[in-house]
T-cell receptor, first 111, second 118 residues
Framework: KQEVTQIPAALSVPEGENLVLNCSFT??????LQWFRQDPGKGLTSLLL?????REQTSGRLNASLDKSSGRSTLYIAASQPGDSATYLC??????????FGDGTTLTVKP | GAVVSQHPSRVICKSGTSVKIECRSL??????MFWYRQFPKQSLMLMAT?????????EQGVEKDKFLINHASLTLSTLTVTSAHPEDSSFYIC??????????????FGDGTRLSIL
């Protein structure tokens, strides 16, 4: 059974700082890995999708990496802004099309 | 881009009421949709996989008779919480994947439905 762990559970940083969120998974037989953002009481916004054959994806200030063999992914946020404050979730897709989510990292960027 | 519309966004109703939540893919065909439940400060837990034209596949521990899923068309899946009770209060989110392009495409999520049972 796939298990997804996100560390840290919460993170508080001053504005402008670069930061890294971590996601690890137990079964490396994945189809893809996706990072999401969730604002309080809201749904999910997809940030980046990394296919199993890829090592990283970039979108603006965000960069996600994937090391399938070690079961790890990181989400790098450059020059953080207060608007980046949210919960970040990683989700691993299996070949069955199901997603297993981590518990998320709640990020607070202080002005 | 692909959009998934979920309705209603919030429901408050009395115990014993049945509540229907709709999930629509607006600009793509979704042969498969997924229903998730999220408790406060917890992650999403997959409840069931909704397959167009066939029965839903439920995850272990999810009551089929309690959470009725219907996927009558390639763009619509519904989740009905039957005879809802306070313990059913939660945030329910659906997702869909473009069935024409297979599993390499990301899941697109609805905005979720916050269900509160009094």
């Amino acid at each position: 059974k796939q298990e997804v762990t996100q560390i840290p559970a919460a993170l508080s940083v001053p504005e402008g700082e670069n930061l890294v969120l971590n996601c690890s998974f137990t079964d490396s037989a994945i189809y893809n890995l996706q990072w999401f953002r969730q604002d309080p009481g809201k749904g999910l916004t997809s940030l980046l999708l990394i296919q199993s054959s890829q090592r990283e994806q970039t979108s603006g200030r965000l960069n996600a990496s994937l090391d399938k063999s070690s079961g790890r992914s990181t989400l790098y946020i450059a020059a953080s802004q207060p608007g980046d404050s949210a919960t970040y979730l990683c989700a691993v897709d299996t070949n069955a099309g199901k997603s297993t989510f981590g518990d998320g990292t709640t990020l607070t960027v202080k002005p | 881009g692909a959009v998934v519309s979920q309705h209603p966004s919030r429901v408050i109703c009395k115990s014993g009421t049945s509540v229907k939540i709709e999930c629509r893919s607006l600009d793509f065909q979704a042969t498969t949709m997924f229903w998730y439940r999220q408790f406060p400060k917890q992650s999403l837990m997959l409840m069931a996989t909704s397959n167009e034209g066939s029965k839903a596949t439920y995850e272990q521990g999810v009551e089929k008779d309690k959470f009725l899923i219907n996927h009558a068309s390639l763009t619509l899946s519904t989740l009905t919480v039957t005879s809802a009770h306070p313990e059913d209060s939660s945030f329910y989110i659906c997702s869909a994947r473009d069935g024409r392009t297979g599993g390499s495409q990301p899941q697109h999520f609805g905005d979720g439905t916050r269900l509160s049972i009094l």
